[in-house]
Structures are given as structure tokens and as C-alpha cells.
């Protein structure tokens, strides 16, 4: 399917690297100008010389509301509007404990990126959309099933497809939609220093076999966000290589 998104203007967070950067790239390829916004502004930048064009680098911490709020008011000053709005900053766990065993702090610190972060997005984003806009909410499998030792990040994607709902119900009136990818593990930045055992396993977990490269979450995200998704609001879609039907 040809997407053409001549004319939109879309904002990545967490679009310095891994699925945010290929969202960046596939928005780019389809017509759409882009706001890269990360907090590396380092990150940013280099995709937004690699993609070229329109494309415009912010430094933005999506857990500080200040920053988002910037955020979104430098994307509409650059563009003029925003009608697609990626939602993709978040971090993981990279040291599994048990609940009993979590430092508050790594709680806190989960959660505030990922879903207050995402909070505070949509918080700044939705008000300004017009009638067409779109969100689509980088969520996880771990949005429907767990994984031990990982409670804020299983409990934070988890919140985030309610958030998702919730924001789809209270715009659809306004004919903004609101979804959220689910995506299985992707070959990323994000899973750098996992044991190659443990990666192993969690690609064969999938029942094809591997895990996702970027760019096969990116095509989903791409999709949602276009007019050829006109019908999906309030949709979790698992682009998980299987991974949830077992
Ligand atoms: N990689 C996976 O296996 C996987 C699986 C399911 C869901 N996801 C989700 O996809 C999203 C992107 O993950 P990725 O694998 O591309 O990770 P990544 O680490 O490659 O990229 C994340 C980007 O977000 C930026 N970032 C981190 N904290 C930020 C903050 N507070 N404010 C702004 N930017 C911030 C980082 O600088 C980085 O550029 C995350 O929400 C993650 O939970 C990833």
C-alpha cells in the first residue's frame, strides 16, 4: 500500500534511535515533514541530517511536562500544525528484580518516562490536533503479558493501552485517533548488554524466530498514523512476530 503523508507534520519522540529513528525514516519516505525530538540532542540531530529535508531536531525530556510542552510548541512553529504525533520515548530494565527487590527510585524512573511521559505528550499534543490527527503510543507485549523482575515496565505498558483508550474515547468527538503498537522485542539500542543467552531465548520465543528489525514496527506505526487506518481508533495492535498467540 502507498501512504502518502505530503503535506502532514509529525513529531517523533524518542527519535534519536532504534524504533522512533525508523519511524522517522518511514514518515520521512512517505512525504510527512518530522520533528525529532530525544534527549540526546546529539541522537537527534544525526537523523535529522540523515533524513533531510524538513526535518527538525528538539531536545526534549518527555518525563519533564516543561520540556514536552516546549516541545510541541517548537513542532508547531517549525511545521505550523501537528497532525501525527509518535509517542515512542521510553526506557527499559536492564537489571531484572523481583518486586520485593526494586529500588523505588528504578520504579520512578520507569513510570515517569514511560507513562507519565506519554501522559504529558498527549497532554500537550491532543489540544493542538486538528480533525484528522493522529497518536500512535509505542506499547509492548509486555502490555498483555509479564516478564518477572520487570514490574515498572510491565506495569507502565500495561497503563499505557488503558491511557491509549482513554485519550481515543475522550478525542474521537474531535475526529483524532489515538492507537498504540505493541511491539514484541526489536533489535535495538534498547537490549544492548542482555546476555546473548537470554536474547537467544527471547527470539525463539517468537514463533518466527527472531526478533523484529526497527523498521517492521515502524511500517505498523506508519499505517496507524495514515488515513488507511481511518476506522482504528482505541486499537492495541501486537506487532509481535507471534510472541502473544502462544
Ligand atoms: N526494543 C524492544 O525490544 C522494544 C519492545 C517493545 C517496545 N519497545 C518500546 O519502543 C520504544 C522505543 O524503544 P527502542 O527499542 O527504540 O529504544 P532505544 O533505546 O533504541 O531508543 C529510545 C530513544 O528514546 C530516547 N529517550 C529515552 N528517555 C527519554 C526521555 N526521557 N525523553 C526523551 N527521549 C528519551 C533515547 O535517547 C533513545 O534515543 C520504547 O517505548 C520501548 O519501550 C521496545
Given at each position: 500500500?502507498?501512504?502518502?503523508?505530503?503535506?502532514?507534520?509529525a513529531l517523533?519522540?524518542?527519535?534519536?534511535?532504534?524504533?522512533?529513528?525508523?519511524?522517522?525514516?518511514?514518515?520521512?519516505?512517505?512525504?510527512?515533514?518530522v520533528a525529532i525530538a530525544?534527549?540526546?540532542?546529539?541522537?537527534?540531530?544525526?537523523?535529522?541530517?540523515?533524513?533531510?529535508?524538513?526535518?527538525t531536531?528538539i531536545?526534549?525530556?518527555?518525563?519533564?511536562?516543561?520540556?514536552?510542552?516546549?516541545?510541541?510548541?517548537?513542532t508547531?512553529?517549525a511545521f505550523?500544525?501537528?497532525?501525527?504525533?509518535?509517542?515512542?520515548?521510553?526506557?527499559?530494565?536492564?537489571?531484572?528484580?523481583?518486586?520485593?527487590?526494586?529500588?523505588?527510585?528504578?520504579?520512578?524512573?520507569?513510570?515517569?518516562?514511560?507513562?507519565?511521559?506519554?501522559?504529558?505528550?498527549?497532554?500537550?499534543?491532543?489540544?493542538?490536533?486538528?480533525?484528522?490527527?493522529?497518536?500512535?503510543?509505542?506499547?509492548?507485549?509486555?502490555?498483555?503479558?509479564?516478564?518477572?523482575?520487570?514490574?515498572?515496565?510491565?506495569?507502565?505498558?500495561?497503563?499505557?493501552?488503558?491511557?491509549?483508550?482513554?485519550?481515543?474515547?475522550?478525542?474521537?468527538?474531535?475526529?483524532?485517533?489515538?492507537?498504540?503498537?505493541?511491539?514484541?522485542?526489536?533489535?535495538?539500542?534498547?537490549?544492548?548488554?542482555?546476555?546473548?543467552?537470554?536474547?537467544?531465548?527471547?527470539?525463539?520465543?517468537?514463533?518466527?524466530?527472531?526478533?523484529?528489525?526497527?523498521?517492521?514496527?515502524?511500517?505498523?506505526?506508519?499505517?496507524?498514523?495514515?488515513?488507511?487506518?481511518?476506522?482504528?481508533?482505541?486499537?492495541?495492535?501486537?506487532?509481535?512476530?507471534?510472541?502473544?498467540?502462544?
Open positions: 500500500m502507498d501512504i502518502d503523508l505530503t503535506g502532514k507534520s517523533v519522540t524518542g527519535g534519536g534511535s532504534g524504533i522512533g529513528a525508523a519511524c522517522v525514516r518511514e514518515l520521512a519516505a512517505c512525504g510527512a515533514k530525544d534527549l540526546s540532542a546529539a541522537a537527534a540531530r544525526a537523523v535529522a541530517d540523515e533524513v533531510g529535508g524538513d526535518a531536531a531536545t526534549a525530556d518527555v518525563s519533564n511536562p516543561g520540556d514536552v510542552s516546549r516541545m510541541v510548541t517548537e508547531l512553529d505550523g500544525s501537528l497532525d501525527i504525533a509518535v509517542n515512542n520515548a521510553g526506557v527499559g530494565m536492564p537489571t531484572k528484580a523481583s518486586i520485593g527487590a526494586t529500588e523505588i527510585a528504578e520504579w520512578r524512573r520507569v513510570l515517569s518516562i514511560n507513562l507519565d511521559g506519554a501522559f504529558y505528550c498527549m497532554r500537550a499534543q491532543l489540544p493542538v490536533m486538528r480533525q484528522g490527527g493522529a497518536i500512535v503510543n509505542l506499547a509492548s507485549v509486555m502490555s498483555s503479558v509479564a516478564a518477572e523482575g520487570a514490574s515498572g515496565y510491565v506495569a507502565s505498558k500495561h497503563a499505557l493501552v488503558g491511557l491509549t483508550k482513554t485519550a481515543a474515547l475522550d478525542y474521537a468527538v474531535a475526529g483524532i485517533r489515538v492507537n498504540a503498537v505493541g511491539a514484541g522485542f526489536v533489535d535495538t539500542p534498547l537490549l544492548d548488554g542482555r546476555d546473548p543467552r537470554w536474547l537467544a531465548a527471547i527470539a525463539a520465543a517468537h514463533p518466527l524466530g527472531r526478533l523484529a528489525d526497527a523498521s517492521e514496527i515502524a511500517s505498523a506505526v506508519v499505517f496507524l498514523a495514515s488515513p488507511a487506518a481511518s476506522f482504528i481508533t482505541g486499537a492495541y495492535i501486537p506487532v509481535d512476530g507471534g510472541y502473544l498467540a502462544r
